[in-house]
């Protein structure tokens, strides 16, 4: 079955909507899919309010395209910075995997949004190293960076991803860490000045009410065990990436060192924003996905085979016969 995801074919397109559409049929047949917003998540909550009064059919249509498109825009990141030795779809296919792994994650959300600049801004960090126009590529990274935060506010580890992202892909000057400095905090300043002129600062959120010490609760023992085999197959992503690190290019060894802190990064903001989780571990299950789709594209053992129908029968479970 992995097979027919190893090749950049119109033949593994076809597999990929026959996956997606299988992984989430649950929310096709039986909507509405949720929308899942709220004015702590960011001023995401502001554009995609209207969606709380569209058809239930609409959402369902709505979240399944996103997925999907979340998908192949994370497989075309990968091909096009040559991080695979060969190009394939195995990284979209890992990424539909992940999404489906909780009923939690079938929900247009914040989050879910959030991922496309995510995806972006990774694709930008990673185009650092040979960029013709540094200043400006760092700018407009920085800008990527501030305007996602603003969006989605559980997506402020993307501060200090990016400053390590310069620090990994790029010689150390002082003028550029300005650069990008002043591109995080560029969407920021024009927001409160808008809202100043305005008189609408009372939008700004109250801190207080959003960064604070969470206490998660005690999951069902099945989403133990979903978390588990989840971690489980992006640690043997990330050794297959490490264990290959010696055979490709310098750019290459470098981009994949930013997915690794993109990934490690975003985990811990589960325990310090208030309704971050489950949704925003979406964001940090694309590096997942990115590196999951490695091994699944290079390895030639059973793993990829029992790794793949584990997370079908974990998906299947969690979103047709558990009761979460």
Same mark, same amino acid.
């Given at each position: ?6 090749? /950049?074919?119109? =033949? &593994?397109? #076809? ?5 997606c $559409? ?19 998540? *960011? $001023? ?14 609409? =959402? ?7 997925i999907?498109?979340?998908?192949l %825009? ?10 695979y030795?060969?190009?394939s ?18 929900? @247009?959300?914040t989050?879910l949004?959030?991922?496309?600049? $995510?995806?972006?801004?990774l694709?930008?960090a ?10 400006? &590529?760092i700018?407009?990274? *920085? ?22 992202a ?6 150390f000057?002082?003028n ?13 300043? #024009? ?8 008189? /609408?600062?009372?939008m700004?959120?109250?801190p207080?009410?959003i960064?604070?010490?969470? /206490? ?11 978390w ?13 990436? %490490?264990?290959?690190?010696?055979? =490709? ?9 930013i ?12 325990? $310090? ?6 949704? @925003? ?26 790794f793949?129908? =584990?997370?079908?029968?974990? &998906?299947i ?5 558990a009761?979460?």
């Amino acid at each position: 079955m992995i097979s027919l995801y190893k090749d /950049k074919s119109a =033949v &593994s397109v #076809f597999w990929l909507i026959i996956i997606c $559409f299988g992984l989430h049929i649950n929310a096709l047949l039986h909507p509405p899919v949720a929308v899942t917003i709220s004015p702590a998540d *960011g $001023f995401f909550y502001d554009i995609l309010k209207p969606l709380q009064n569209a058809a239930p059919y609409f =959402v369902s249509l709505v979240y399944v395209l996103m997925i999907f498109l979340l998908a192949l %825009q994370l497989n075309f990141m990968l091909n096009a910075l040559r991080m695979y030795p060969k190009q394939s779809y195995t990284a979209a296919m890992a990424f539909l995997l992940f999404s489906a792994l909780l009923p939690a994650f079938s929900a @247009v959300s914040t989050a879910l949004f959030a991922c496309n600049f $995510f995806i972006w801004i990774l694709y930008s960090a990673c185009k650092l190293y040979a960029s013709p126009n540094p200043k400006t &590529s760092i700018y407009n990274f *920085g800008l990527l960076c501030g305007l996602c935060i603003i969006l989605y506010f559980a997506s402020l580890p993307l501060i200090l991803i990016a400053l390590l992202a310069l620090v990994i892909i790029r010689p150390f000057k002082l003028n550029e860490w300005f650069v990008l400095v002043f591109g995080i905090l560029t969407p920021a300043y #024009f927001l409160v000045t808008y809202l100043f002129i305005t008189e /609408k600062l009372n939008m700004l959120p109250d801190p207080g009410n959003i960064f604070k010490l969470v /206490k998660l609760p005690v999951p069902p023992i099945m989403i133990m065990v979903t978390w588990a085999a989840a971690a489980l197959i992006a640690l043997w992503g990330i050794n297959s990436v %490490q264990g290959s690190a010696a055979t =490709v290019l310098i750019q290459v060894r470098k981009s994949w060192t930013i997915f690794l802190v993109a990934f490690f990064g975003l985990l811990p903001v589960v325990f $310090f924003i208030t309704g971050a989780y489950p949704l @925003v571990l979406l964001l940090a299950m694309v590096p997942a996905a990115a590196y999951a789709g490695f091994a699944f594209a290079v390895s030639r053992n059973i793993l990829p085979v029992i790794f793949f129908w =584990v997370l079908i029968a974990l &998906s299947i479970y969690n979103n047709c016969f558990a009761n979460y």
